[in-house]
Each structure stands twice: as structure tokens, then as C-alpha cells.
């Protein structure tokens, strides 16, 4: 009874601070500036990038609280010499409709380029289509590789409602991904992990709520001699559970290859196993099990539609 109390609690506190969060976002220098999107407040441990709450390297790696109509979505910690995100960092807090936005209107953030241009608005804007930006990618980059997705970090299908969905489709929360991977195992990783979050990842007032960090390793090769195209994806989620008075998590990563099976699925990891393999410390000082994933849930969804969960 203590342990769900407790869950209960971070639960509750972590709403209202959501439900509070001021209007005005920007590129900022601390995770103490836009940590409501962190479990706990604390950041990814990222060898080389991120040390405790300390970002490295502050004039490459920039901290955007991600803005659309003058609310923060999700937080983004970007590379500026790769123009590619590090990772995403948000909340799923369950699905309150809204389908993909059509026509995709990519954005970009102005703060990267022009930290001067307009100070009393912190929204990202559009994106200038033949525009060549110094510190970010733009259209003109991804038109020059179909072979590739703009792969979501953060994606538009675990976002609250329509202006969340919108808030995602910036491009400093995609990278270069083989689009026989982003539409295949990755995505069946995506819906699998929304079916467990929206079944499991709930309070005893039903209040759904879990914590993600999703990010890309860079690689060596370049799209449009400008963008990094990453060698792996990653994945994890945490969230307490009221149904199984617990706290539950899981891992996931892949090569940015295509698929060689038809239906493949990734694999579930422990968090011990991607700090190991990856060297990432994906919710460090919390409560989220290190050695245990949610593979035992998966045969639940088998004939749920839309989940893809392996069987």
C-alpha cells in the first residue's frame, strides 16, 4: 500500500505541474528550465553530452522547450553540428483524438538561428522550403534523400491532442531514418508501447501518465552533405502502473537499416541493457526496474487491433 501511495502521489504532482506549465519556452542552458517532461527531473545520463543535469558542450548542444501556440509540448536536447536531435523527452498522457496533420507542415526553431529576431515569441515557425539553415536541418535537406524518413523522436501518434500532433512535426525532433525500418519494426515498437502505456500506464483515477526518452547515435555519413544519418534508434518508457501497483519499463533499440523479414518485430530490452549496450542511463535515480521489461503484457494486445505487439 505504500508503494501505490507513493506511485500515486509522483503521479498527482506531475500532473499539476503539466497542467501549470508557463507559456514562454526558448532555447535554454538547464533541464531545470523545462522539467516537466523528466521523470523526476532528471535527464538521460549521455556520455561526452549530458552529466548529471549538466549539458556539455553548450554552444553545440541546445536545449529547446518545444512550443507550438504558446504551449510547451516536449523538450528536445539538439545537436547542432549533426542537426539531429539527441533525444526527446515527453509524456504520454493517453490519446484525446486528432489524426495526423495533413500536409505536414514541417517547422523549424527560429531561437537556433536567430536568437534575436523576435524575443516575446518562442514558438517554433514554419519552415522556409529552399531555406539552408547553419545550425538546423531544413526541407531542402530531406528532399535530397527519399530513401529516408523524417523519423520522429517524439511521435505525432502518442501526442495528447491535435495541437501536440502539429507540435511534432518539427525537424528538430526528426532524423534521417531508412524507411523500410521507420515504417516497419519501428513503427510496430511505437503502437505496441502505446497499447501497454494506455492500458498499464494509469493511476488509480484512471489518469494516464508515462515518461519517454527516444533518441538517435549519430553515424558517419551525412544526408546532403548536412544531416547526420544515425547507425541506431533508441527507445525507453517508464511509468507507474495502479493496475499492477508497480513500476514498469522497457527499452528498445535498432540498426537505422531496413527490415529483412516481413513482420519483424524489435526486441524488448531491459534499461540495464541499454545503458549497457548504448551506454545510456535513460531514467537514472528513479524507481523504473533496471532487469525486468513488459514482454509478459504483450500476449494481452494479441488480437487488440492496431498494436503489433510481438507474439
Known amino acids: 500500500m505504500v508503494k501505490l501511495k507513493t506511485g500515486s502521489l509522483w503521479f498527482l504532482a506531475a500532473f499539476l505541474f503539466l497542467s501549470t506549465v508557463p507559456t514562454v519556452a526558448e532555447v535554454l542552458h538547464a533541464f531545470s528550465l523545462c522539467e516537466g517532461f523528466l ?3 532528471n535527464p538521460p545520463q549521455i556520455p561526452g553530452i549530458v552529466v548529471g543535469k549538466n549539458i556539455q558542450k553548450q ?8 512550443t507550438y501556440n504558446n504551449v510547451r509540448r516536449y523538450l528536445t536536447l539538439y545537436d547542432t553540428q549533426n542537426r539531429i536531435p539527441v533525444f526527446s523527452a515527453y509524456v504520454y498522457r493517453g490519446d484525446n483524438g486528432g489524426a495526423r496533420p495533413q500536409g505536414e507542415l514541417w517547422k ?3 531561437q537556433l538561428d536567430d536568437e534575436k ?7 517554433m515557425a ?5 531555406k539552408v539553415y547553419p545550425h538546423q536541418a531544413g526541407e531542402i535537406d530531406y528532399a535530397q534523400g527519399p530513401q529516408y524518413n523524417r523519423g520522429h523522436l517524439f511521435p505525432s501518434t502518442h501526442a495528447f491532442n491535435q495541437d501536440e500532433k502539429i507540435s511534432t512535426f518539427t525537424l528538430t525532433n526528426v532524423a534521417p531514418q531508412i524507411t523500410a525500418f521507420n515504417g516497419e519494426s519501428w513503427g510496430r515498437m511505437e ?3 502505446k497499447c501497454v502505456m494506455q492500458r498499464y500506464c494509469a493511476d488509480n483515477n484512471g489518469r494516464r501518465q508515462a515518461f519517454l526518452v527516444v533518441g538517435a547515435q549519430p553515424g558517419n555519413n551525412n544526408l546532403n552533405g548536412r544531416v547526420n544519418i544515425p547507425t541506431q534508434l533508441w527507445s525507453a518508457f517508464c511509468c507507474f502502473s495502479a493496475e499492477s501497483n508497480a513500476w514498469i519499463a522497457s ?3 535498432g540498426n537505422n537499416v531496413a527490415d529483412t523479414r516481413p513482420n519483424q518485430h524489435m526486441r524488448t530490452r531491459t534499461l540495464r541493457e541499454l545503458n549497457g549496450n548504448l551506454r545510456i542511463d535513460a531514467f537514472t535515480n528513479s524507481r523504473c526496474p533496471l532487469d525486468t521489461t513488459v514482454t509478459g503484457l504483450y500476449p ?5 487491433r492496431g498494436c503489433d505487439c510481438p507474439t
Request: aromatic content about 10%; proline content about 3%.
Open 300 to 304: 494481452q494486445f494479441a488480437n487488440q
Open 59 to 66: 554552444n553545440r548542444y541546445k536545449l529547446i522547450c518545444q
Open 191 to 193: 503502437r505496441c508501447v
Open 108 to 110: 523549424i526553431e527560429p
Open 39 to 41: 521523470l523526476q527531473g
Open 251 to 253: 527499452a528498445f533499440w
Open 117 to 123: 529576431k523576435d524575443e516575446n515569441n518562442k514558438n
Open 126 to 130: 514554419e519552415v522556409e522550403a529552399r
